[in-house]
């Protein structure tokens, strides 16, 4: 079973973005405010397992650091097809965009307006988190939205940021 432990946002004055955390039964909403189109929006996704023994030096007192499990950076109109490639997670990226949960576009471009996903969660019978399970270790999803120029591929520039952190723990 995954347990949240926090998140945090970092917002520019063209895209918002607001996350819940409700701790009884796991999960979050968020709401994003898009103050102007997007013409290539994309998702940057890292996964990162933390060491142990969380400390601000990049290297923990027992040398452990932090791992990258997962990283990539994906259009939003390309995302769904992206994630069937990747089935670990795929039935939750179904879950947290399905209708009535979300009406979060994947539209490129992404146009203004507000967009809500309701249900935010990692169902506890996800096949990876038997894998992603170590003793007291923590997990950081580190999400970036990015804006790619139409006019020039190579640049990005950041709309907003997010990082919530988790652990996974048996359940008897």
Not at 41 to 60: D, E
Not at 113 to 119: D, E, Q, S, T
């Given at each position: ?10 917002e ?8 819940n ?9 968020s ?18 397992q ?5 400390t601000?030096a ?15 950076t ?8 992206y ?7 795929n ?12 009406n979060?576009?994947?539209?490129c ?17 996800t096949?990876?988190l038997k ?10 999803l ?5 804006s790619q ?10 709309l ?8 996974i723990?048996?359940?008897?």
């Amino acid at each position: 079973v995954m347990k949240l432990l926090g998140v945090s946002t970092w917002e520019t004055p063209v895209y918002g973005l607001k996350v819940n955390m409700f701790e009884k039964n796991n999960s979050m909403s968020s709401v994003t405010t898009v103050l102007q189109d997007v013409a290539i929006p994309m998702w940057r996704i890292v996964l990162i397992q933390q060491p142990r023994k969380r400390t601000s030096a990049p290297v923990s007192p027992r040398g452990e650091v932090p791992r990258v499990l997962y990283n990539a950076t994906t259009k939003t109109c390309d995302f769904m097809k992206y994630m069937r490639h990747v089935s670990a997670w795929n039935n939750v990226a179904k879950l947290v965009l399905a209708k009535g949960a979300s009406n979060m576009s994947l539209a490129c471009p992404l146009k203004r307006g507000v967009y809500v996903m309701n249900r935010i969660q990692v169902p506890p019978d996800t096949a990876i988190l038997k894998f992603m399970y170590h003793p007291n270790t923590i997990y950081t999803l580190d999400g970036t939205v990015l804006s790619q120029n139409p006019k020039d591929k190579g640049s990005l520039r950041t709309l907003c940021r997010y990082e919530i952190n988790a652990t996974i723990f048996k359940s008897c």
